[in-house]
Structure formats: structure tokens, C-alpha cells
């Protein structure tokens, strides 16, 4: 078996007491005696999202003679789903064959897992496959000028709003707030008039954080360190930490958020295009989609959410396989089918809006920017120190500044490590 990166063994005992005993997936290939090749893709999307996935691979199933792809849905975040795959190579078994990880991840897993050259793989043939892909979008998936995946799922920050909230509030749904500053006047109406909350900005991981720090001039890496801490962070920081104290922000957690704002409790959510489609079948024509607002005059920088598809095998068929799937992610036929999720298209100049209000997203790409891969064996583990000062600043439990400066000396002493 191929040797993977060791893991100390209080690693392996916290992932076994999570995850509890991990069900055993050979990466071997299986072949039927009709000589096709079965490989295992492993995702983290539930719900709606695991079914207009599942859609896919079953277009591609169907039309394929000689491969056929199993996907295996981990529900959770993408750390839950590489968490999951680190437990089943300390169990000693291979990893999937494919993993969808998170952009933000993806060095994270080569590093970890492996991953195959796509260059060699694909062979003559990958020059074309590449061309099939929009030219930003598949540098989401290279790795230290290598190219280890191609993009999946893409997404964007996007402010959902309830347009019936914001006519029993006397704004005008048809214009949505477009600054920073113009959110805080629409909430606090919104608080003065309705008996409704105002606002949640999304916080399952440093997503959403990321881009606003980003887009006011505070940048996640710098020159090989963490760089938000300086004062147009703080400023950040403050101005999220004060829409909890003036009672914008109710003090719920980012699951009870989403179902609030389904409800029709909460009036605006800062949060990814991705959840489109599940909300709109809740909400129906009361849920509109604009941009994330900017602040001010400045530039928006909106790091590219969703995840990518990285080749884990190590075997040629495995690997020869998984490129016949690749090629059928970079094609028309694919995307009409994984737009209905609420993602973007991944394809050159082909963007099959199966929803009218995923043109937020699309209006916004041209903002995208790489998701902070933090460099080192313990990526996964600055990404968790990020939300727990996020989460600590937010609360009220440290100052802005104090809770930036102690994030990024922490990572600062791990990345590279």
C-alpha cells in the first residue's frame, strides 16, 4: 500500500472515538466480469445536493461502458470528510479513489493522501479536457503548479433576503443593500418595524469570514503568514461583533440560522449560492439573492467556495477510470444537470441558469479569488483556529484586535510545520 503521510497516534484515537468504527472501502479496483472498473468518489453533500449529485454520476454510469463510479456521501463539512478518510487509512486501508474536498483543502489532501498529476494521467489528452473548464476556475484545483484536480462545485458569497420581510418593512425588495454600511440601515428598520431578526452571516467555517476580511484590505496569507490581523480586519471583526450587540444578529448557531431564515424569521443571510435550491423550495418567491455587499468604494475579493475532485488512487486503471470521469465534469451535459444544486458551471462559457437568481453568482465570479490553502501538514488545523477566535470575538469573549493577533500568531507557529 502506498505509504501516506504517518499520523501520531492521539490523531488516530480522536478521529476513531469521532467517527466511531470506520466501514471498510477497498480502493483496489473492482472488476465485474463484464470488464468494467468500479472506483469509489467520496463527497460531503446530503439532502437535495446528494440527489442532483447522484443525478450526475448516473448520467455518466449510463453512458459508460467501462467504468462505473460509486459515490459515497459523508455528511458534514469538508474537514468531517477528510477527517473520515484519515480515519480509514489509520484503519489501513487505501483512501477513495476520488475525494471532493474543499479548495481550501485541497493542498491539504495531496499532502496527505496523494494525489496523481492530472498532466500525466489524461496524457495527450488532457490539453483539451483542461480547455473544457473556465481558465480561473480550474486553477482552483492546482497545487504548487501542478494540476491535482478540476473544479466541481463552485460557489460565491451571496446575501439571501426575504422579500416579503422587506415590504413589511417598507423597503423596496427590488433593491436589495449593496455596502456594508447599507445592511446595518436595512437591519436596523428592519428590527424598528418588524418583529423579525435582521440578519446571520454564515459561519460553518472561514468562508464567509475570509471574503469580508479580504474585500476590506485584509488578506487571510501574506508572504507566508497569516496577514488579517491588521486594522481593516479589526474593523471587520467590530463592525460583526456590534450587529450582535445592537440585537441584529440573534445569538442562534449557523444551523438554527438556516432554518430560521426558511421560516421566515430572519429577514437576510449572508451565505453561499450553493443553498439555492434547498431554500427556494421552502420559500418559493419570497427568497431573493443578491450580491455580498462591498464595503464602500473598495474591491470585492470573494474566495471560490465548493470543492473540487483530487485522483487519490494510485493505481493506473483506477486512475484511468477516474479520468473518464473527469472528462464527462467538464461537459454540458453535466451541467445541466449540477447547476440545479445551485452551483455555477464549471465549463467554458457555458452557464445553464436553471434558477434566474443564481445570476448574483454569476455577476460575481469575475471577483473570485483562491480560498486560503494554508501551506504545511497542518492546514486542517489552522482552519479551526480561525473559527475559534471568529467564534470567540463574536461572542464578546475578546476584543477584535486581541482575537485577530492571537488567530494569526497561532497559525503563524504551525504553518509550514
Same mark, same amino acid.
Given at each position: 500500500?502506498?505509504?501516506?503521510?504517518?499520523?501520531?497516534?492521539?490523531?488516530?484515537?480522536?478521529?476513531?472515538?469521532?467517527?466511531?468504527?470506520?466501514?471498510?472501502?477497498? %480502493?483496489?479496483?473492482?472488476?465485474?466480469? +463484464?470488464?468494467?472498473?468500479?472506483?469509489?468518489?467520496?463527497?460531503?453533500?446530503?439532502?437535495?445536493?446528494?440527489?442532483?449529485?447522484?443525478?450526475?454520476?448516473?448520467?455518466?454510469?449510463?453512458?459508460?461502458?467501462?467504468?462505473?463510479?460509486?459515490?459515497?456521501?459523508?455528511?458534514?463539512?469538508?474537514?468531517?470528510?477528510?477527517?473520515?478518510?484519515?480515519?480509514?487509512?489509520?484503519?489501513?486501508?487505501?483512501?477513495?479513489?476520488?475525494?471532493?474536498?474543499?479548495?481550501?483543502?485541497?493542498?491539504?489532501?495531496?499532502?496527505?493522501?496523494?494525489?496523481?498529476?492530472? =498532466?500525466?494521467?489524461?496524457?495527450?489528452?488532457?490539453?483539451?479536457?483542461?480547455?473544457?473548464?473556465?481558465?480561473?476556475?480550474?486553477?482552483?484545483? !492546482?497545487?504548487?503548479?501542478?494540476?491535482?484536480?478540476?473544479?466541481?462545485?463552485?460557489?460565491? %458569497?451571496?446575501?439571501?433576503?426575504?422579500?416579503?420581510?422587506?415590504?413589511? =418593512?417598507?423597503?423596496?425588495? !427590488?433593491?436589495?443593500?449593496?455596502?456594508?454600511?447599507?445592511?446595518?440601515?436595512?437591519?436596523?428598520?428592519?428590527?424598528?418595524? +418588524?418583529?423579525?431578526?435582521?440578519?446571520?452571516?454564515?459561519?460553518?467555517?472561514?468562508?464567509?469570514?475570509?471574503?469580508?476580511?479580504?474585500?476590506?484590505?485584509?488578506?487571510?496569507?501574506?508572504?507566508?503568514?497569516?496577514?488579517?490581523?491588521?486594522?481593516?480586519?479589526?474593523?471587520?471583526?467590530?463592525?460583526?461583533?456590534?450587529?450582535?450587540?445592537?440585537?441584529?444578529?440573534?445569538?442562534?448557531?449557523?444551523?438554527?440560522?438556516?432554518?430560521?431564515? %426558511?421560516?421566515?424569521?430572519?429577514?437576510?443571510?449572508?451565505?453561499?449560492?450553493?443553498?439555492?435550491?434547498?431554500?427556494?423550495? +421552502?420559500?418559493?418567491?419570497?427568497?431573493?439573492?443578491?450580491?455580498?455587499?462591498?464595503?464602500?468604494?473598495?474591491?470585492?475579493?470573494?474566495?471560490?467556495?465548493?470543492?473540487?475532485?483530487?485522483?487519490?488512487? +494510485?493505481?493506473?486503471?483506477?486512475?484511468?477510470?477516474?479520468?473518464?470521469?473527469?472528462?464527462?465534469?467538464?461537459?454540458?451535459?453535466?451541467?445541466?444537470?449540477?447547476?440545479?444544486?445551485?452551483?455555477?458551471?464549471?465549463?467554458?462559457?457555458?452557464?445553464?441558469?436553471?434558477?434566474?437568481? %443564481?445570476?448574483?453568482?454569476?455577476?460575481?465570479?469575475?471577483?473570485?479569488?483562491?480560498?486560503?490553502?494554508?501551506?504545511?501538514?497542518?492546514?486542517?488545523?489552522?482552519?479551526?483556529?480561525?473559527?475559534?477566535?471568529?467564534?470567540?470575538?463574536?461572542?464578546?469573549?475578546?476584543?477584535?484586535?486581541?482575537?485577530?493577533?492571537?488567530?494569526?500568531?497561532?497559525?503563524?507557529?504551525?504553518?509550514? !510545520?
Amino acid at each position: 500500500m502506498k505509504k501516506y503521510r504517518i499520523l501520531s497516534l492521539l490523531t488516530v484515537l480522536v478521529i476513531l472515538f469521532t467517527f466511531g468504527p470506520v466501514a471498510v472501502f477497498a %480502493q483496489g479496483s473492482a472488476e465485474s466480469a +463484464t470488464g468494467v472498473t468500479e472506483i469509489e468518489l467520496w463527497h460531503r453533500w446530503s439532502g437535495a445536493h446528494q440527489k442532483i449529485f447522484q443525478e450526475m454520476v448516473d448520467k455518466f454510469n449510463a453512458t459508460n461502458e467501462s467504468v462505473k463510479i460509486n459515490a459515497v456521501s459523508i455528511p458534514g463539512q469538508y474537514a468531517d470528510l477528510l477527517s473520515r478518510a484519515t480515519a480509514q487509512v489509520a484503519a489501513g486501508e487505501d483512501p477513495p479513489a476520488i475525494i471532493a474536498p474543499g479548495y481550501y483543502l485541497l493542498e491539504h489532501t495531496v499532502n496527505t493522501f496523494g494525489g496523481a498529476d492530472l =498532466a500525466k494521467v489524461g496524457g495527450a489528452e488532457a490539453a483539451k479536457v483542461f480547455s473544457q473548464f473556465e481558465p480561473a476556475l480550474l486553477g482552483l484545483g !492546482n497545487v504548487n503548479g501542478v494540476q491535482y484536480g478540476i473544479p466541481l462545485a463552485v460557489s460565491i %458569497q451571496s446575501l439571501f433576503y426575504n422579500a416579503d420581510i422587506f415590504v413589511e =418593512a417598507g423597503l423596496d425588495p !427590488n433593491s436589495p443593500p449593496k455596502t456594508w454600511e447599507e445592511v446595518i440601515e436595512y437591519a436596523k428598520i428592519i428590527k424598528n418595524k +418588524t418583529n423579525k431578526k435582521a440578519l446571520f452571516i454564515s459561519t460553518p467555517d472561514s468562508w464567509y469570514m475570509s471574503a469580508l476580511l479580504e474585500s476590506n484590505g485584509a488578506p487571510m496569507l501574506a508572504n507566508g503568514k497569516a496577514s488579517f490581523a491588521n486594522d481593516n480586519g479589526v474593523e471587520v471583526m467590530k463592525m460583526w461583533r456590534q450587529m450582535y450587540v445592537d440585537g441584529l444578529i440573534p445569538q442562534i448557531s449557523y444551523a438554527e440560522s438556516q432554518r430560521a431564515f %426558511q421560516a421566515g424569521e430572519i429577514a437576510m443571510h449572508g451565505i453561499s449560492i450553493m443553498n439555492l435550491s434547498a431554500m427556494s423550495g +421552502t420559500m418559493g418567491d419570497a427568497l431573493m439573492v443578491a450580491p455580498m455587499p462591498s464595503f464602500g468604494d473598495k474591491a470585492k475579493k470573494q474566495p471560490a467556495g465548493g470543492a473540487g475532485l483530487i485522483i487519490t488512487a +494510485t493505481k493506473a486503471k483506477q486512475q484511468a477510470a477516474a479520468w473518464e470521469f473527469f472528462k464527462f465534469v467538464g461537459t454540458k451535459e453535466a451541467m445541466d444537470i449540477w447547476s440545479k444544486s445551485g452551483y455555477v458551471s464549471v465549463v467554458a462559457g457555458y452557464a445553464p441558469k436553471s434558477d434566474p437568481r %443564481q445570476q448574483a453568482a454569476y455577476d460575481q465570479l469575475g471577483n473570485a479569488i483562491s480560498w486560503t490553502n494554508w501551506p504545511g501538514p497542518r492546514g486542517l488545523e489552522a482552519e479551526g483556529i480561525i473559527q475559534e477566535w471568529r467564534d470567540r470575538i463574536l461572542a464578546g469573549n475578546v476584543s477584535a484586535q486581541e482575537g485577530l493577533r492571537n488567530a494569526a500568531n497561532s497559525i503563524n507557529s504551525i504553518i509550514g !510545520n
